[in-house]
Structures are given as C-alpha cells and as structure tokens.
Nanobody
Framework: QVQLVESGGGSVPVGGSLTLSCVAS????????MGWWRQAPGKEREGIAE???????NYAGSVEGRFSIFKDDAKNAVFLKMDSLEPDDAGTYYC???????????????WGGGAQVTVSS
C-alpha cells in the first residue's frame, strides 16, 4: 500500500495563500488518481480536488477557482495551491490516492495523516 505524507499546513489570514504538499512512498499503481480531502470540526470529510493519472483536474464547487491541484510524477508528489482562503477553508487536509476518481470516497485506497490549516480573520 502506498504511504502518503502531507506537509505545508499552517495558519494564514483570510485572503491569504498556502500550498500543501504530499509525497507518496512509491509510485502509485498505473491509472491511480491523487486527491485532496478536508474535514472541518464537526463536519464530514469532503473531497475537494483530484487529478487523474493523465492529468485531468476536478474540483468541488466550494474551492473551484481558488484552489489548484498539480502533481510531479517524477517525485511521486501532489500539491494543492490554495488562494483567497476563507474561514470555512479551515480544517484538516488529507492527501488521498485511489483508483479512477479520487473525489469518490469508495475509490480511495490510501490516506495521508493530515495537515492542519487554520484561517484567521
């Protein structure tokens, strides 16, 4: 199983930017997607961004236009650039890897341990 480790979490002011990184312990199986999920206190974990094995990107409506997912296959890494951060963006962000579509919970095979993001007003 692929191990995932996130980094880059922290505290930013409203309107600020932050980039999260996730490195996989090895190259995921061919055809794997990579994605980012987040969970705010008291809320369910939600998928917010995915990138397919061939580079197609999809976003949840709540982050479309503000967040950008990209990857570096040579480094087995995926990144999430977050701009115009809002208080509702605060929470624990999880890197995920799976088969097909990483915005679908049932597709996820591996989770990272999470990175905390705080947005201060």
């Amino acid at each position: 199983q692929v191990q995932l480790v996130e980094s880059g979490g922290g505290s930013v002011p409203v309107g600020g930017s932050l980039t999260l990184s996730c490195v996989a312990s090895r190259q995921p199986p061919y055809g794997s997607c990579m994605g980012w999920w987040r969970q705010a206190p008291g809320k369910e974990r939600e998928g917010i961004a995915e990138i397919t094995y061939d580079g197609h990107r999809n976003y949840a409506g709540s982050v479309e236009g503000r967040f950008s997912i990209f990857k570096d296959d040579a480094k087995n890494a995926v990144f999430l650039k977050m701009d115009s951060l809002e208080p509702d963006d605060a929470g624990t962000y999880y890197c995920a890897s799976g088969g097909g579509r990483c915005l679908r919970l049932g597709a996820i095979r591996s989770w990272g341990g999470g990175a905390q993001v705080t947005v201060s007003s």
